[in-house]
């Protein structure tokens, strides 16, 4: 008898098309398929237009939101934007508190790091504060801060401050005690005081944690901007996004949605950049 052996056939592993494979269009293809399916689920009216809106109408809220406009058919009545502002100028005050809540929270949290990391008694007391700070949600203690200041600016300021303030602090302490002591020395055996020890060698060392803990304060910051313009946040892109949703104003809710994400992801960028500026010899040690 003779046995016949078949050869198993091998399947060649599927792939994308060359103009598929760039990491440039890979992004917009999934975002365009996104929008189809959102669109399509939409059209076929598949969800109640009240919980989501097509594509169409959240582009028409945003327009509306950054035009003026007759506040009724036959109206000669003009109102311009939302809430008596243009949604970019609500954006910008949204921005204009991070960046003062920022900045405070990157000098104080900065140095205070540096002062834990060297002082260890006080790195005992001190730190675990600072978590429990930073395990705190916002809206924990908001209430308390608008018994202290008010319902103005500076109440928001400071609870956005809270959510910059901790990572910053633990990104330092880390960045520090990282530091490779080695070079410490060896800068101090060659003639350094510890002042420059400290300016050319242990900061440089610790800027890219540094760095990683702003970034990872920014978006604590964007993350808190709802809840920091809850109360009197008028102008403001959480205020916005908040009211636009307590009156159904589903589209105008979805594109204040749109507009954070899209503003927190440049900023991320651009923290990414100035990353690469002050810190370029990471990744080529």
């Excluded at 009724?72 to 809540?101: D, M, N, P, T």
């Excluded at 205070?112 to 916002?138: D, H, M």
């Excluded at 604590?220 to 892109?237: C, D, H, R, S, Y």
């Amino acid at each position: 008898m003779s046995s016949t052996t078949t050869t198993p056939t091998t399947r060649k592993p599927f792939r994308l098309p060359g103009w598929m494979q760039s990491r440039r269009i890979q992004p917009v293809i999934s975002l365009v398929l996104i929008l189809l399916v959102w669109w399509g689920a939409t059209a076929a009216k598949l969800v109640n237009p009240l919980y989501l809106p097509g594509p169409g109408q959240v582009w028409n809220a945003f327009v509306e939101a950054n035009s003026c406009r007759p506040i009724a058919a036959g109206s000669s009545r003009i109102v311009c934007g939302e809430q008596q502002y243009f949604l970019w100028q609500h954006l910008v005050v949204s921005l204009e508190r991070i960046g003062v809540g920022m900045a405070l929270a990157i000098v104080f949290g900065v140095l205070i790091g540096f002062l834990l990391a060297e002082v260890q008694w006080l790195n005992r007391i001190v730190l675990p504060y600072v978590n429990f700070i930073r395990a705190l949600p916002p809206l924990g203690y908001i209430g308390l801060l608008i018994v202290w200041f008010g319902i103005g600016d500076t109440t928001k300021i400071w609870l956005l401050f809270l959510a910059a303030f901790p990572p910053i602090v633990l990104a330092t302490v880390d960045g520090i005690n990282g530091v490779n002591r080695d070079r410490v020395n060896s800068a101090l055996s060659l003639g350094a005081n510890p002042l420059k020890a400290f300016l050319f060698v242990v900061f440089p060392s610790s800027l890219p944690s540094i760095m990683n803990g702003i970034r990872l304060a920014v978006g604590f910051a964007w993350t808190t901007v709802v809840a920091a313009e809850l109360n009197n946040g008028i102008p403001g892109i959480g205020a916005l996004a908040y009211l636009s949703g307590t009156e159904l104003n589903t589209p105008l809710t979805i594109a204040c949605i749109f507009v954070i994400g899209i503003a927190a992801l440049l900023l991320d960028g651009l923290i990414l950049l100035i990353t690469h500026l002050v810190t370029p010899w990471v990744g080529r040690e």
